[in-house]
């Protein structure tokens, strides 16, 4: 049995309710494509970004046994599960970081082992690792767009870098931020293109919320 | 002092080089005739040198855009003539050969594209990639791990990080990176899909009592059996040769 035009039109205006309600429900970051999950990661397109509670930098580097300069910081891998500072090591991309922040007027400085220096390690494959950066809560509120600069520099560069070439290029960076409101320490890393690597700011801006 | 330079301007070197590498390129099929692959391999030997010596002379006055263009230019060149040589390789079965050159060709088309986004170039990546899939099974690449202390710049020889110069970047027709020191330790392989340089590979494995060519498949000799696993051979790091060291894609490099 046909429905009449009344019946039709209610059905209508029923579905547009229903469309409606569901995009208002929606964060803008849902409607841009952007899937969280329970566990803090969020998957956009090719690239991965999560979101976690870590233990102090402070009260790491007391337990290791080495010192935390001030400032924007590279922190060595294994820093936060490693037992002996003997084996920590930094990415090799460290050094590349250091050099492209001071273009930017910023000064990366690196966490030191008071015995032995810390090596650097190259995997010679093609994914492009960033340093792990941690910056303090009291040297983000003085300087809050150190975020948005570094990540610029380094998208750009690494754009740069893969430029041209037929395979998809891969980046990982990670951040490590302080929490002044609730004194937590917050580690953010990111797994995806070079291209969609400022977005992670986003991230950063609502884990510091 | 170097030589005199053997063109007058950029354009001038760039018209010659685009003449001969478009009459080389049509050399780059496996029927073409293996002679006619070798002298155009020749002729792109000589080429790339005049345009070496256009390079440095240009690095000597100064004039970064001239110096870089030079530099491309011979990645463009140098990608064109791995490409024959691998077919010269390949048609005289000499599959390990011709797969390294492959790989440089890869390597020295990819970096010439960073810097110019380029039809022909595009077009050469392509034919490789597709060369690659065509001619050689699929191989396991491997990836090694390096650990270091301490490296130089390659531009100014001062100290990696501390000296401004930035690995990947080009300053007077020479590409920046970072030199590993003495007392470079080598901390494991591991097997990945894409691996820094795709030369780095498993080169023999084990099937049985024998062990076998990735390349060829072919036995090539007996397997010293073990207990527990199966054997393969690798090379872990390889030297490039010539001029493809300057284009390598990774930043870091072994003394």
Not at chain 2, 159 to 178: F, N, P, W
Not at chain 2, 179 to 188: A, D, I
Not at chain 2, 206 to 234: D, W, Y
Request: proline residues 4%; glycine residues 6%.
């Amino acid at each position: 049995m046909r429905s009449t035009k009344a019946e039709r039109r209610k059905k209508k205006l029923a579905e547009r309710a229903r469309h409606q309600r569901q995009l208002e429900t929606k964060t803008p970051e849902m409607r841009k494509g952007i899937v969280a999950s329970d566990d803090g990661t969020e998957t956009n397109g090719g690239s991965t970004v999560s979101t976690r509670e870590i233990d102090s930098v402070a009260m790491r580097a007391t337990q290791l046994g080495v010192t935390v300069p001030d400032g924007i910081v590279a922190i060595p891998n294994d820093f936060f599960s490693t037992a002996n500072a003997t084996e920590l090591n930094y990415v090799a991309n460290t050094l590349t970081v250091k050099a492209l922040l001071r273009e930017a007027n910023i000064e990366l400085q690196l966490v030191e082992n008071n015995s032995t220096p810390i090596p650097y390690i190259h995997n010679r494959d093609s994914t492009w690792v960033a340093p792990i950066l941690f910056v303090s809560a009291s040297f983000l509120s003085e300087n809050p767009h150190l975020i948005s600069v570094a990540l610029n520099v380094l998208s750009n560069y690494v754009t740069d870098l893969f430029k041209g070439g037929l395979i998809k290029p891969r980046v990982r960076a990670t951040f490590v931020i302080e929490k002044t409101s609730r004194k937590t320490t917050l580690r953010i890393d990111y797994d995806g293109p070079p291209e969609q690597l400022h977005t992670i700011e986003n991230t950063i801006k609502r884990a510091l919320q | 002092m170097s030589e005199t330079a053997p063109w007058d301007s950029t354009a001038a070197m760039l018209r010659d080089a685009e003449s001969v590498v478009q009459q080389c390129l049509p050399l780059t099929y496996a029927s073409c005739d293996a002679q006619l692959q070798s002298d155009a391999i020749n002729t792109l030997n000589d080429l790339a040198g005049k345009v070496n010596v256009f390079r440095q002379s240009a690095a000597e006055k100064l004039d970064e855009f001239a110096a870089n263009t030079a530099f491309v230019c011979a990645r463009y060149i140098g990608g064109v003539g791995r490409f024959l040589e691998m077919w010269l390789r390949f048609k005289s079965d000499e599959m390990n050969t011709a797969w390294n050159c492959l790989v440089d060709a890869q390597s020295e088309v990819n970096c010439a594209l960073r810097f110019c986004d380029d039809g022909t170039l595009r077009y050469l990546a392509q034919s490789l990639q597709n060369a690659e899939g065509l001619l050689f099974p699929p191989q396991q690449f491997v990836s090694s791990s390096l650990s270091y202390t301490s490296s130089v710049c390659t531009i100014c020889d001062g100290v990696y990080g501390e000296c401004g110069h930035v690995a990947g970047r080009l300053y007077l027709g020479v590409m920046c990176s970072e030199r590993l020191n003495n007392g470079v330790q080598l901390g494991h392989l591991a097997l990945v899909d894409s691996p820094a340089d795709k030369g780095c590979r498993v080169t023999e494995f084990q099937n049985g009592v024998h062990m076998h060519c990735s390349l060829t498949r072919l036995p090539i000799g007996k397997a010293v059996l073990h207990e527990k696993g199966l054997r393969f051979s690798a090379v872990a790091l390889r030297s490039r040769p010539n001029s493809s060291n300057e284009s390598d894609d990774s930043s870091v490099r072994p003394k």
